[in-house]
């Protein structure tokens, strides 16, 4: 059974950092593209950031360059998302998601299949 499941949300104040997590079960990560994505109320879903299976390459969206590194440690079948100097507007839930590549497949064309249930993030002084 595919499982994703993503933490390391919480509460910070802007300016701060967080390290997002993404656990997958049920498949190996190593075959696949994955990606980070965020949805806050009222606003249209992002891919964030994503990151290549097979040469490390990654993709960021212009909000988070510069901010946001993506990272995979396959042995631990995990994809990092490390976020620093967060604002306001970073404030969403965030889901990591396996797909296919190129990159933008995923980040920009949203192809992907299965999700997990999201981590909250809040930035706010």
């Known amino acids: 059974q595919v499982q994703l499941v993503e933490s390391g949300g919480g509460l910070v104040q802007p300016g701060g950092s967080l390290r997002l997590s993404c656990a997958a079960s049920?498949?190996?990560?190593?075959?696949?593209?994955i990606g980070w994505f965020r949805q806050a109320p009222g606003k249209e879903r992002e891919g964030v950031s994503c990151?290549?299976?097979?040469?490390?390459?990654?993709y960021y969206a212009d909000s988070v360059k510069g901010r946001f590194t993506i990272s995979r440690d396959n042995a631990k079948n995990t994809v990092y998302l490390q976020m620093n100097s967060l604002k306001p507007e970073d404030t969403a839930v965030y889901y990591c998601?396996?797909?296919?590549?190129?990159?933008?497949?995923?980040?920009?064309?949203?192809?992907?299949?299965?999700w997990g249930q999201g981590t909250q993030v809040t930035v706010s002084s």
């Open positions: 998601a396996p797909g296919p590549l190129p990159l933008f497949r995923l980040c920009v064309l949203y192809e992907y299949d299965y």
């Open positions: 990151i290549s299976s097979s040469d490390g390459s990654t």
């Open positions: 049920g498949f190996t990560l190593d075959y696949y593209a």
